[in-house]
C-alpha cells in the first residue's frame, strides 16, 4: 500500500538559484518582479533570505524576508506564497516558521507583510497564527491610452525639473524625504536612513530613473519631488514610488503639478498604464490620485505580528 506521508523540505536559495524561487512564486501569483530585480532589493536591504518549500519534490511554495528596508526597528518584512494546489497541507505554515527562526536570529521581534485584499482565506490564515491588520493600501490604476497627457501647471514662483536636469539637488530631495516620509499614514515609525544609505536604497535601484524623477523648486531650493517606479517584468507599466512635499509647502497644488508632469513622461515614453498604492487614511493623495482619472482597485492589507 503507498504510503500517505508527504515530506515538506524548507530550504534557503541563494543567488544562482533564485531563477527557479521566482517561478515558484509567479506560479502562486503571477505578479513576481524578474531575477534582478530581487537580487537588486537584497542590494538595498540590510539583509535578506529566500526560501524554497518542496512537496516530494515539487516546487510548492516560497517565503522572502528583508531586514532594514521602510520598517520600523525591530520589525522585518516577509511574504509567503503556497501554489493554489498545496494549500492547506502545511506549506504555509513551515514556511511561516524558517522566516521566523530567521528574523529572531537577526534580533527582530515582528514580522510585517502583505496579503491581497480579495484573500479572505490568507488573511484569517495570518490572523489565527497572531497577525493583526495594520494598514490597507488600494491600487489606483490610470489607463495612458484613454488621456491626454496633463500639463504640469505649478504655482507661480515653482518651477518643475526633471532629477536628470538637476542632479545637484539630490541632498535637497533627501531633506524631502525626511519630512514626507514620517507623515505617511502606517510609517510614522519608520525611521528615515542616513543620506548615502537613502541614496543608494530608495534613489539608485534598477528600477529608479533620474528622466522618470520630478523636482519642484523655488530658486534653488527642493520643495517636493515625485518619483516613478519602473519594472523589467511588466515593461508597459510605472509605479508612482513617492511624492513628497515639505510640510510648509502643502496645499497649494505643487503635488498635482508633479503628478501631471509624471503622467505626461510615461504617456510620452511609450507606458500604457500607471499604477499606485495608497494607504487608505491618506485622504489628500487618494482625492488627487482621483481628480487625475486613477480607478480604485482592491490592493493588499498590511499584518503585522510579533514572532511566535
Known amino acids: 500500500m503507498p504510503s500517505l506521508l508527504r515530506v515538506i523540505e524548507i530550504r534557503e536559495l541563494h543567488e544562482d538559484e533564485l531563477e527557479r524561487w521566482v517561478a515558484t512564486t509567479k506560479a502562486a501569483r503571477d505578479d513576481a518582479d524578474t531575477v534582478d530585480g530581487y537580487i537588486d532589493w537584497k542590494r538595498q536591504a540590510r539583509e535578506t533570505i529566500w526560501l524554497l518549500a518542496t512537496e516530494d519534490g515539487r ?24 501554489v493554489a494546489e ?13 522566516l521566523s527562526a530567521w528574523a529572531i536570529g537577526r534580533g ?15 488573511l484569517a490564515w495570518a490572523q489565527r497564527r497572531g497577525f493583526d491588520e495594520f494598514g490597507r493600501n488600494s491600487l489606483l490604476v490610470l489607463d495612458l491610452a484613454a488621456i491626454d497627457a496633463p500639463a504640469a501647471a505649478p504655482p507661480e514662483g515653482i518651477e518643475i525639473v526633471s532629477w536628470a536636469d538637476r542632479p545637484d ?95 505626461a513622461w510615461a504617456k510620452e515614453n511609450g507606458y500604457e498604464r500607471l499604477e499606485t498604492q495608497n494607504e487608505e487614511r491618506n485622504e489628500p493623495i487618494r482625492r488627487l490620485n482621483e481628480r487625475y482619472g486613477y480607478v480604485v482597485m482592491p490592493g493588499t492589507i498590511t499584518v503585522r505580528g510579533r514572532i511566535r
Not at 86 to 98: P, Q, Y
Not at 108 to 122: I, K, N, R, W
Not at 203 to 225: C, H, K, R
Request: hydrophobic fraction near 35%.
Open 59 to 82: 516546487d510548492v511554495g516560497t517565503a522572502i524576508g528583508v531586514g532594514g528596508w521602510h520598517s520600523p526597528e525591530g520589525v522585518a518584512r516577509g511574504e509567503i506564497r503556497v
Open 86 to 98: 498545496a494549500r492547506g497541507r502545511g506549506v504555509g505554515s513551515d514556511l511561516l516558521s524558517e
Open 108 to 122: 527582530y521581534s515582528e514580522l510585517m507583510g502583505p496579503v491581497q485584499e480579495t484573500d479572505d482565506a490568507s
Open 169 to 263: 539637488v539630490t541632498r535637497g530631495i533627501y531633506e524631502v524625504a525626511r519630512e514626507a516620509y514620517p507623515d505617511v499614514p502606517g510609517e510614522d515609525e519608520a525611521e528615515v536612513s542616513p543620506y548615502e544609505e537613502w541614496l543608494s536604497m530608495d534613489m539608485q535601484g534598477i528600477g529608479d530613473s533620474p528622466e522618470a524623477t520630478f523636482v519642484a523648486l523655488e530658486g534653488d531650493e527642493v520643495v517636493a519631488y515625485a518619483k516613478l517606479s519602473l519594472s523589467r517584468a511588466r515593461p508597459t507599466v510605472a509605479m508612482h514610488d513617492i511624492t513628497g512635499v515639505r510640510r510648509a509647502w502643502r496645499g497649494r497644488g505643487i503635488a498635482g503639478s508633479l503628478k501631471a508632469a509624471e503622467i
